[in-house]
C-alpha cells in the first residue's frame, strides 16, 4: 500500500484546513488509519484514528472537539479536518495504515506511512 499525504499549509490560528490521505495498491483487504504527528525536536505522536469501516474514530486529547477524521472507502481516502488551529499544531503530519480494523496510537504498530504533510499554524 502506498500512502500520499497532501493539504498542508500555513494558516493563521484560529483557521482550518483539511488534510487528504490517499491510498493506493493492495487497498482491497480491511485496514485502519491513523493521523500521527510531529513537531520539530519532538517525538512522533497519535492525532486521530479511524476503524476500516468508519464506524469508531479516535483522537488524542489535545485535538478532540477540534478535529475530525473520515474516510471514503471507496475513493480509498482518509480526510483529516482541523478547525480552531493553534499554533501548537504546527507540525508534519502523516498518515498511517495498519491491516485490520483495529485503531492503536502506537506508530510501530501501523505497517505503511505517507510521506507527511506541513501545517504551520502562525499566531
Known amino acids: 500500500v502506498q500512502l500520499q499525504a497532501f493539504g498542508g499549509g500555513l494558516v493563521q490560528a484560529g483557521g482550518s484546513l483539511r488534510l487528504s490521505c490517499a491510498a493506493s495498491?493492495?487497498?482491497?483487504?480491511?485496514?485502519?488509519m491513523g493521523w500521527f504527528r510531529q513537531a520539530s525536536g519532538k517525538e512522533r505522536e497519535f492525532a486521530a484514528g479511524?476503524?476500516?469501516?468508519?464506524?469508531?474514530?479516535y483522537y488524542a486529547d489535545s485535538v478532540k472537539g477540534r478535529f475530525t477524521i473520515s474516510r471514503d472507502n471507496a475513493k480509498n481516502t482518509v480526510y483529516l479536518q482541523m478547525n480552531s488551529l493553534k499554533p501548537e499544531d504546527t507540525a508534519l503530519y502523516y498518515c498511517a495504515a495498519r491491516w485490520g480494523t483495529v485503531v492503536t496510537g502506537i506508530p510501530s504498530s501501523y505497517n505503511y506511512w505517507g510521506q507527511g504533510t506541513l501545517v504551520t499554524v502562525s499566531s
Open positions: 495498491g493492495r487497498t482491497s483487504s480491511s485496514y485502519a
Open positions: 479511524i476503524s476500516w469501516s468508519g464506524g469508531n474514530t
